[in-house]
């Protein structure tokens, strides 16, 4: 097995090699990404189409190849890029997510192992499965956005257990899914969520038990004044700083504000913070049976559950009899905790927290820069700003959120093709498009894994690891300014 392993690795070695000799002579003395003949008009549009093509999927794939250049270069053709490339999108929303759970389940029973093997870093198999399904997976786009996502709503997999090789009984005869294995059930939730609104995804990171043990919202407890003892504030200020507002105030297209003092604005403060911290306690490790504490086992395959004693009743927390029962979430008072409190009024609550902040006129002008930077280009315009948090804020029929029609105006906006010109050219050889690529004001440094994962789709290195893990289709390719195509623009 190892043989084998080490007979991919090095293809996959090669591979890049020889993509870099390639780029090396699109990029060179010329100082253009490439210059592709045709042999007549007709033929020069379909060479425009696959370069645009090309263009495209390397900003909503993991890299394009040349079955998907050829087949979205046609639709080009025959409806325009834009028609095009929105089909593609839609077409690829409706694809069935892959999910990484059951992949990784499935790579470590092809090896002929158990999830809970006790020894041989069962982990490792997380990082494969992702890269498998980076490099072979139909749902492209998903994947490439789930991608995005997990660097907003970002968390660790070091130095909590998330790398563990145990499982435990949540009661009723079930089991906790096994430790390691946590991660890939978070990812597929953001994978999931690519396709829903953002309230819902911020939900479901809110409960999720990885971001729960990530940033210690899990066994988050209610103050007790007279032990000193005070809620977690951890995940209150993340919610904020990086899954929601951010640090200041901005206009929709991206722009911070200043008040009369040319002074930045925060979007929050301490009381808020501490608001927020109330707001998220109480949270606990699902567990079937187990109704008498908030130290329920590890569970990082359910979402985690609400111990009522332990949710911040609005009473407790000072020792003034005037102070407020209720909590306030940039300026929403949210209503008071019915008597006696129960575990759906406490997830009412945070449910109106959430609406709170994911309503916040911050919210579009963050994240859709990030998800922006992440796809297309590092400095959008305000223009091109202005145009996806329209969206954001009402994708035509009211929805908030929509982050199917989020990512479509990302990707099908005229600023996305800037990076690169066109230029049609006519010498004594013949009729030729020529490829000039712009600063990367106009775009992006492609992120260093997707300029690999990029790399190897271009290449098509192949394997003959017994589980097929990692194989991409070789079919035989006879069009060697197709494939120049592919190679030049991955590399941009």
């Known amino acids: 097995m190892r043989e084998q392993r080490d007979q991919l690795w090095f293809a996959l070695t090669v591979s890049f090699v020889l993509a870099f000799l390639m780029s090396c002579c699109f990029v060179g003395k010329s100082s253009h990404?490439?210059?592709?003949?045709?042999?007549?008009?007709?033929?020069?549009?379909?060479?425009?189409?696959?370069?645009?093509?090309?263009?495209?999927?390397?900003?909503?794939?993991?890299?394009?190849?040349?079955?998907?250049?050829?087949e979205l270069a046609a639709r080009i053709n025959q409806v325009g890029h834009r028609r095009a490339t929105s089909q593609w999108i839609d077409r690829q929303f409706d694809l069935q997510p892959t999910s990484h759970e059951a992949v990784a389940r499935d790579i470590v029973r092809v090896d002929g192992n158990e999830v809970d093997m006790q020894t041989g870093g069962p982990y490792r198999y997380r990082y494969q499965t992702w890269w498998h399904i980076a490099l072979t997976s139909e749902?492209?786009?998903?994947?490439?956005?789930?991608?995005?996502?997990?660097?907003?709503?970002?968390?660790?997999?070091?130095?909590?257990?998330?790398?563990?090789?145990?499982?435990?009984s949540i009661g009723n005869g079930e089991e906790s899914i096994v430790d390691w294995i946590g991660m890939s059930n978070y990812y597929d939730m953001l994978s999931e969520g690519a396709s829903g609104t953002?309230?819902?995804?911020?939900?479901?990171?809110?409960?999720?038990?990885?971001?729960?043990?990530?940033?210690?919202?899990?066994?988050?407890?209610?103050?007790?004044?007279?032990?000193?003892r005070f809620p977690d504030e951890n995940y209150a200020r993340e919610i904020m700083q990086l899954f929601s507002v951010g640090l200041y105030h901005l206009r929709q297209d991206g722009r911070l504000m200043t008040d009369e003092n040319g002074e930045l604005i925060p979007t929050y403060d301490n009381t808020q913070i501490k608001e927020l911290g109330r707001l998220f306690t109480g949270f606990r490790y699902h567990h079937n049976t187990n109704t008498g504490s908030i130290f329920t086992g590890r569970n990082l395959g359910d979402p985690m559950?609400?111990?009522?004693?332990?949710?911040?009743?609005?009473?407790?927390?000072?020792?003034?009899?005037n102070a407020p029962n209720t909590k306030t979430v940039f300026g929403?008072?949210?209503?008071?905790?019915?008597?006696?409190?129960?575990?759906?009024?406490?997830?009412?609550?945070?449910?109106?927290?959430?609406?709170?902040?994911?309503?916040?006129?911050?919210?579009?002008?963050?994240?859709?820069?990030?998800?922006?930077?992440?796809?297309?280009k590092s400095n959008p315009s305000r223009a091109y700003m202005r145009r996806v948090t329209r969206i954001f804020n009402d994708n035509g029929r009211g929805v908030r959120g929509d982050f199917h029609a989020v990512v479509k105006a990302i990707l099908t906006d005229p600023e996305m093709y800037r990076?690169?010109?066109?230029?049609?050219?006519?010498?004594?050889?013949?009729?030729?498009?020529?490829?000039?690529?712009?600063?990367?004001?106009?775009?992006?440094?492609?992120?260093?894994?997707?300029?690999?994962?990029?790399?190897?789709?271009?290449?098509?290195?192949?394997?003959?690891?017994?589980?097929?893990?990692?194989?991409?289709?070789?079919?035989?390719?006879?069009?060697?300014?197709?494939?120049?195509?592919?190679?030049?623009?991955?590399?941009?």
């Open 139 to 168: 749902d492209q786009l998903r994947q490439r956005v789930a991608w995005a996502l997990s660097q907003i709503f970002v968390i660790g997999d070091t130095g909590t257990g998330f790398n563990g090789d145990d499982k435990r």
């Open 198 to 228: 953002y309230r819902e995804l911020l939900e479901n990171v809110t409960y999720h038990p990885c971001m729960g043990t990530w940033l210690s919202s899990v066994r988050n407890r209610k103050a007790n004044v007279s032990a000193g």
């Open 33 to 70: 990404a490439g210059e592709f003949p045709a042999e007549n008009s007709r033929h020069l549009r379909l060479v425009k189409a696959k370069i645009r093509a090309a263009q495209f999927l390397s900003k909503a794939t993991f890299g394009p190849t040349e079955d998907s250049i050829a």
């Open 305 to 321: 559950q609400i111990y009522v004693r332990e949710h911040d009743t609005n009473y407790n927390y000072s020792d003034d009899p």
């Open 332 to 376: 929403t008072v949210l209503p008071p905790l019915s008597v006696p409190i129960n575990e759906q009024a406490c997830k009412d609550e945070i449910a109106a927290g959430l609406d709170a902040i994911a309503d916040h006129p911050n919210v579009a002008p963050f994240i859709c820069r990030l998800l922006i930077q992440r796809l297309v």
């Open 419 to 492: 990076g690169q010109r066109l230029r049609r050219r006519r010498s004594s050889s013949g009729l030729s498009v020529q490829v000039i690529p712009r600063g990367t004001e106009y775009s992006r440094l492609r992120e260093p894994i997707n300029r690999i994962t990029g790399l190897i789709r271009a290449m098509r290195p192949t394997s003959n690891y017994a589980s097929g893990y990692m194989m991409l289709n070789n079919s035989n390719a006879n069009n060697s300014n197709e494939r120049s195509i592919r190679s030049a623009v991955a590399q941009m």
